[in-house]
C-alpha cells in the first residue's frame, strides 16, 4: 500500500501543517460555538482545531477525612475486589459457589479496612481531606490552516460577538 502524501503517515491526526491563530476564549465553550458556527457556513472544519493554553490545576475539596469515612471506603473498595475475586473463583472453584463468594467478599472487606486505615495511619494528618483535581485551561485558541484563514476570518465576521483578531 502507498501513501500519497510524503511524511503523511508520521504527521500526528492532530496537527496542521501551518496553523495560524483565528480567535482566543476564555471559555471552551465560546470555542467550540466558533468552531460550529463555521461548520454550519460549510467551512471546511478539518481545517481547524481548538487548543486549550494556559494550564492550571484545580483541587476541589470535598469533605474532611475522618478514620470512619477512610474505613467506610476501605470497605467499600474492599467488598467490590472481594466479589470480583469470589466470582472469579467460583467459576473455577468445586466447592459451594456461594460460599466461596460470601467468603471472599468478607476477606475483601476485611482487609480493605485494615489498608486503608494503615495508609491513612502513615500520612499522620498531613491531609485530612478528600479532594477531586483536574486540570483545565485558562485559555482556548481556534487554529486554522493557513490555506483558508481568511475565508475563516470573513466568515467569522458574521458571528455576533466573535473575537476574529487575536490581538485585538
Known amino acids: ?3 500519497p502524501t510524503p511524511g503523511a503517515s508520521s504527521r500526528s491526526p492532530l496537527a496542521l ?7 482566543v476564549y476564555d471559555d471552551y465553550a465560546t470555542a467550540q460555538r466558533t468552531v ?7 467551512f471546511p472544519v478539518q481545517n481547524c482545531m481548538i487548543v486549550g493554553t494556559d494550564l492550571k490545576q484545580v483541587e476541589r475539596i470535598t469533605g474532611r477525612l475522618t478514620s470512619g469515612r477512610v474505613a ?36 475483601g472487606l476485611a482487609f480493605g479496612v485494615v489498608f486503608a486505615l494503615a495508609g491513612y495511619a502513615l500520612t499522620r494528618g498531613r491531609r485530612d481531606f ?10 482556548y485558541e481556534v487554529l486554522v490552516e493557513h ?3 481568511g475565508q475563516a476570518r470573513e466568515l467569522l465576521a458574521k458571528l455576533p460577538g466573535a473575537l476574529p483578531n487575536p490581538f485585538s
Do not use: C, H, Y
Not at 80 to 106: K, P, Q, R
Open 17 to 23: 501543517e501551518f496553523p495560524q491563530s483565528l480567535a
Open 36 to 42: 460550529d458556527f463555521l461548520s454550519d457556513e460549510g
Open 72 to 107: 467506610a471506603g476501605g470497605a467499600m473498595s474492599g467488598l467490590w475486589f472481594g466479589l470480583f475475586v469470589g466470582v472469579l473463583f467460583s467459576f473455577f472453584g468445586t466447592g459451594d459457589t456461594w460460599a466461596i463468594i460470601a467468603s471472599t467478599v468478607l476477606l
Open 147 to 149: 490555506k483558508v484563514v
Open 1 to 3: 500500500m502507498s501513501n
Open 130 to 139: 478528600s479532594s477531586v483535581s483536574s486540570v483545565v485551561a485558562t485559555r
